[in-house]
């Protein structure tokens, strides 16, 4: 968003500094009246079991809490050392990568083409959206239903083909399924950002490169992509943390991490050592690492890659 | 203000126990509550899981199951089988599962849900081998695992072998394997006694039940099966009376009768957890209007329990239960060999055992 646009009862004063608005607040109280409930929710949700979680990661404890011993960072240590945590890093690295791109890139490729002035165009604009209105755990039972070696429809088919399909047991088969799953699922909303972005490219700059005799891939590649990049940066944001945090529904429902540990992602480790080994010490320390992560991630992106988006 | 009652999976039960101060063992509720209770009315199988090493029960055994074996009739006649002699050792079912695929007479021969509990926990009991130490952890936290024994290897071995020329099929972890015996997909599978109302309701074929099978140079084997299921643990609060405590012991008891014992059994499909409801379920004819309904009970009471059929007492036991998955997986991959992959389960799954003995020291 590059205007602020203030209530107008409580007058402010609009300040015009280059292309931005800047809005000043008379009454010094209102502000942050207004900003109460986002900060009380942002307090409750997210500092205090942040906190629980830094808490508890230099503790071990059994189940109930009877019984806590003060450990420093030997959980962190644990956690570390664990060559299975270093294996789902990997995991979540690649699973992260291939969802951002593939959902990316095809939510970009359909959004041009729904762009066109084509016949049936809001049907079509209409059915693409659709996933993103499906549940995780259903759109897991639905990948299921297609790809599972021996009720699914594709699955049987690519069996009965001589290919050797069976995710339950084949790894890389399951971590591309889960892949297409989470991507599948994520297209929708690439879609609808990307179709809203193409839609407020002036269509006068199309028109003027056109007279200069520039042919659509040029056009493309030399307009509109970077009048889209505000857009394309927004969205890998949105992926990234999407394919990191969002995606346990999907992984749960159609793997569980397995076979093996070849799906499981960071957050689904989180996950499996805290609510099924109940081990909420290391749980705990995998949070921790993970909100490192994802602060340092946020920090690099708004800090140096936002600054070199071209409007 | 923690409930009553907790309805907890039989491998919560050293979780449970470690719990001291969380709970009310159920020796000492009915003594306290003073309602007359005699351990022995419940089957040895059942009350040896959640009883101490000495005898005193520490919670009350309501929903048992067993694992058992499901065979589809059909596709036995089909392949050329006797419909009525399902395999009791593991050469016959590996040759009853291969003549399956040969005559094409199912998709998968041979399949086991719960891959743990049924090729792990219950093989363990049946072949009297041990899992773990200290009589599986019945007797002590410090137990660690056994299950890289020679006879442990040679079954997945054996799995492996099968999966190569076709006759077995890996369903997935937990209870995913279970679809694929009432869809007609899978000849013969290694499941939970409590699958059979789901297979009465959905089968559109004939079949038979019959026990888990075994190595027969074994020695010892086969021994009597262990239970899955749950039982009801009753927890302590700060300020609970007596009353409360009166009223639970009650409830236990009202449960533990043999009319109800027998309409549970009857009505779900889990076993009859004492004697007298199940000599209530015979009288009834129940058992011969629905044969093979009384075989997993058979199989659990075919013998006294041995150190290693009495049941398990590991910590984090659901944790190890996923190690072992993931090893087996990885063996049947071909990233591993067997030996491998039980010496992995063993290391890994020892690291578990060592944290729950730290974490639940006094």
Redesign the interface.
Known sequence: MNEVVGPQFAGPTFVRGGMQRRVIFNNKLLPYILLAPQILITLIFFFWPAFQAVYQSVF?????G??T?FVWFENFKMVLSDPYYLGSVRVTFIFAFSVTSIAMCTALWLAVMADKHIRGAGVYKTLLIWPYAVAPAVAAVLWLFIFHP??GLLGRALREMGILWDY????HQALLLVILAASWKQVSYNFLFFLAGLQSIPKSVLEAASIDGANSRKRFWTIVFPLLSPTTFFLLMVNMVYSFFDTFGIIHALT?G????ATETLIYKVY?DGI????LGGSSAQSVILMIIVIGLTAIQFRYVEKKVHY | MPPHIVQMFEVGTA?MM?????IKPLHELMRVANVPFDPKIYVPAVRGYYSLSDGRMMSTPFNSSTAVMFYNKDAFRKAGLDPEKPPRTWAELRTCANKIRAANAA??GFTAAWPTWTQFEQFSAIHDTPLATRANGMDGMDAVLMINSPLHIRHVQTLMDMQKEGSF??????S?GD??FP?G?AAIIHASSGLRARIVREAKFEWGVAMLPYYEDVKGAPKNSIIGGASFWTMTAPKRTPEEYKGVAEFYRFIGQPEIVARWHMETGFLPITFAGYDRVMASGYYKQNPGADLPFRQLTRSEPTENSRGLRLG?M??IR?II??EL??A??G?QSAAESMENAVRRGNV?LR?FE?????
Do not use: C, W
């Not at chain 1, 099924?276 to 081990?279: A, K, N, R």
């Not at chain 2, 099929?169 to 937990?174: F, I, L, N, P, T």
């Not at chain 2, 730290?358 to 006094?362: L, W």
């Open positions: 071990i404890q059994d189940p109930f009877l019984r011993q021996s009720i339950k047991l084949n790894g569980g397995g076979p093996g540990k499996s099924i080994h109940l081990d | 979780t470690a719990a001291r101060e969380a998709n998968i099929k890996y369903g997935g972890r937990d995913a679809a694929l869809s997909e984090n659901p944790e996923n998955q993931e997986e990885k049947l991959q990233q578990v944290n730290r974490m639940s020291r006094p």
